[in-house]
């Protein structure tokens, strides 16, 4: 088929596509031997759910059905929800938002699509501009949303090796610096994500303010990818505030709630950004859809929403975290396999040092035998010349241990009998 630039370039085999198909078709199949341990579904807590079920009944024997089913709502997202979301966030943190800062989307791949393409990418005058991350591994949805090539680059971590077979990626500021001081002009926006999702990853306060900082210095601004994070579902297990301002463009979704289905996205930007935002919405959807919105509003306005999060939600979650320690702990003690702290989000990011087998091929093989995990190497996207060489990128990958605690076991346990026969060990 002769397609398009954008053709060509968004209908090659990819890393996203291959996961959310694995997860597809194991979600699907009904098969009881699967063990699927690569997506990044989040559980169906029981205790939410009910919360949900419930007021999608109610929603569905109201009038408020009327309209979720058979009007649009505007480019921007469902006005009601926009006005729940700004009192609950104004009087929870203290912020000082108007209904003009928050758009809404078909969910974060959605907005994460349009903000990398609104701001990197071919400029008006013929120079090309890179979405920077500060640190990577780093969320594998990103790395083939940009409509041009190479619209990454990524500063290469600082790995801290840790008591207990644990280690930790930190940003190398000084590399950060220097390279936005040489490059600086070239740099669209800089992006993280909190919890940051392969590793769990939890950037700091104060690393926080020194990226807002540099942001502002290099008068580009900071995107944060805060999906996983506070106050919704606050799969966030250190002690951090979740800041902004209009330099930030803050990134949240209903789906880490329990809701991926609904495909619902938040951003939070100043008036410029979330008015540039809405125009591409209303091009490329007309409107974000109503579902999720009309869910969710009522609990916003009750604020029930956080008692949800915090007594239900980040519990479960952080008590699944222990577990896969725990679990980790148990299986692979002694082996030359590092586990990253766990501080957020609900994923295991193992390192297999010095093992010899590449992430690619023990994701092909454990998949021959029904494991599903995610190969590491493609969450290392945008790295500088040189970084081909770098093992390390070639010897992780992730694991959702937001799963039952025996097929978790069975499947860390079928990656140490992998290992031990390929390695050599």
């Avoid at 694995?22 to 759910?49: C, R, T, W, Y």
């Avoid at 921007?76 to 943190?93: C, K, M, R, W």
């Avoid at 500021?173 to 669209?188: C, N, V």
């Avoid at 002694?334 to 040092?353: D, N, R």
């Amino acid at each position: 088929m002769n397609y398009s630039r954008f053709g060509e370039k968004f209908t090659r085999p990819n890393a996203i596509t291959q996961l959310m198909d694995d997860l597809g078709k194991a979600n699907q199949s009904g098969q009881s031997d699967f063990v699927m341990l690569g997506g990044g579904n989040p559980a169906m807590i029981p205790e939410a759910q009910a919360v949900f079920i419930k007021e999608l009944q109610r929603v569905a024997n109201g009038k408020q059905a009327e309209h979720m089913l058979g009007l649009y709502d505007g480019p921007q997202g469902n006005e009601g929800f926009i006005q729940a979301l700004v009192s609950l966030f104004n009087q929870t943190y203290g912020w000082s938002l108007g209904t003009s800062n928050i758009a809404l989307t078909n969910g974060s791949q959605s907005s994460f699509f349009s903000l990398f393409n609104l701001l990197a990418g071919e400029m008006p005058d013929g120079s090309i501009k890179k979405i920077l991350f500060p640190l990577v591994p780093e969320y594998v949805g990103y790395a083939d949303q940009g409509l041009v090539e190479n619209m990454f680059m990524a500063i290469r971590p600082e790995i801290h090796t840790l008591a207990h077979q644990q280690f930790k990626y930190q940003i190398d500021f000084e590399r950060l610096a220097t390279l936005l001081q040489q490059d600086g002009d070239s740099t669209g926006a800089l992006c993280i994500s909190r919890p940051t999702n392969p590793t769990g990853n939890v950037v700091t306060d104060a690393e926080l303010a020194k990226l807002d900082q540099l942001a502002q210095k290099h008068q580009i601004p900071l995107i944060v990818d805060n999906a996983y994070g506070q106050p919704f579902p606050g799969a966030i297990y250190t002690d951090v505030r979740l800041n902004w301002n209009s330099n930030t463009i803050l990134c949240m979704s209903l789906s880490k709630l329990g809701l991926p289905g609904l495909r619902t996205g938040i951003v939070i930007a100043n008036e410029e950004r979330i008015q540039a935002l809405s125009r591409i919405a209303g091009i490329t959807t007309l409107a974000p859809n109503s579902v999720g919105a009309t869910l969710l509003t009522r609990l916003l306005q009750t604020q029930q929403i956080l008692p949800l999060c915090e007594q239900v939600i980040k519990p479960y979650y952080q008590q699944k975290a222990v577990i896969a320690v725990q679990l980790f702990n148990e299986i692979f003690a002694g082996l030359p396999v590092y586990i990253h702290k766990l501080e957020g989000a609900f994923f295991m990011w193992l390192w297999f040092k010095d093992i010899g087998v590449h992430s690619d091929r023990l994701y092909a093989d454990l998949k021959q035998q029904g494991v599903y995990i995610v190969p590491g190497h493609d969450a290392f996207m945008g790295l500088e010349p040189g970084a081909a060489e770098w093992a390390h990128q070639y010897q992780c990958i992730r694991i959702n241990y937001a799963k039952d605690e025996s097929m978790l076991k069975h499947g860390l346990q079928a990656i140490k009998s992998y290992i031990e026969t390929a390695g050599n060990l």
